[in-house]
């Protein structure tokens, strides 16, 4: 609804980074097969872990894992890689897939290895680890399909080239090393990144629609039950966007809250953002999430009394991939192809227009009720007055929208 050519799916991604994985494991293969002992073994493993790294996401991908089960769940800490995993084990069983249980290992083992003491069964050859899922500085094939194809069907420019990382890396002490002039180009690759997560993925439109989503879906749940399908790797292949409309299409009474919300939706008839700010920097190591009630707490008397279910906050987290820290400092790069020593660079060494700070914590507010976009934008303020002494916000909300009141199409 924001970005109408973006309709691609996570087969494509999947067909994408299964190339690109390709692409990784025969350049290296061509540059120092002999030196590294590659064999088709793991040109193999590498490919399949590409095609299979995303099996494991549910309906709206990201939102089902981070939003959506910790909900319903009672804050469980759950992730798509590890469903991936039970999801290949299911589809090698239920379809007699003839595969080595050693293959099989390695490549549930590639696809969870950016996750923070990940096993690894084998000590050698470890930089085959580094190509689908980097967990060492987040470089990896994965990321050079997604930043170039959702740029591209946004419509937004990307000046990120895959190919030149593809191109002039080399593995040294058993790590994929970049060489050391291609410093920018990586930059680039984690900047792409973060300008995807600000303008595309968390956009204050696409949010409000996000967030409907989710309340639809948690509502849904008591009646449909779809958070138990991710302990049924049976049942949890079915499950995809189209509960959307299985909601929508239902007659069943006990829906309606859910089918109300995504009737809103059609019709455009969102969540109202209302206004938002960053943290300032030197706030951020103090930072706790905002809540409704903080912003309830925040009213002045003269509106309408607020209630929690009345707003929605966003706390939006954008970084470089590595939290508050640089996270070229974790990469390791070499002078020329003639150099077996590997190294990190500091920015400062390369150029002083670099940025200095590599998270930003953004804070949004949304009214449920078009008529309460005033009460709400209000009480922000002064929550933000509270807390930091000033208004952090770049602007007012707009006049236009504080005094929209309901609108319901004729019939209705």
Known sequence: MVYPGAVHSRFEHSLGVYWLASEAINTLKTYQGLELDIDRFDMQTVKIAGLLHD??????????????????????KWSHEE????????IVDEHNIDIESESLKKVKEMIIASETGSPKSSKEKLFLYD?????????????????????RACGLGCNFQ??????????????????????????????????????????????????MLIDAMVFANDVLQFSSYIDEPAKYWKLDDTILKT????????????RDLVLRIRRRDLYQFCNEFAVPKEKLDYFKSVTPQDIICSQNSSHPTLHEEDIVVSNVKIDLTRGRNNPLESI????????????TIKDDMVSHLLPTSYQDMIVRVYSKKPNLVEAVSEAFENFQLKTYGKKTQVHDTPEKKKRRQFHHPTGV
């Open 131 to 151: 190509i689908v899922a980097n967990g060492r500085n987040g470089i990896d094939v994965d990321k050079f399909d997604y930043i170039v194809r959702d740029s």
């Open 83 to 90: 469903m991936s995993l039970k999801m290949i084990d299911y």
């Open 162 to 211: 895959f190919q030149r990382v593809l191109e002039t890396m080399r593995v040294i002490d058993d790590e994929i090393c970049y060489r050391a002039k291609e410093y920018l180009t990586i930059h680039k690759l984690f900047a792409a990144r973060a300008d995807l997560h600000r303008t595309v993925y968390t956009h204050a439109k696409a949010k409000a629609i996000e967030l």
């Open 247 to 258: 909601i929508e299409t239902s007659s069943s009474q006990d829906l309606k809250e859910s």
């Open 332 to 343: 390791r790069f070499f002078k020329d192809y003639d150099s077996s020593e590997k190294f």
């Open 55 to 76: 099996v494991g996401h549910g309906p709206f991908s990201h939102m089902f894992e981070r939003e959506f089960i910790p909900r319903v769940l009672d804050g469980l």
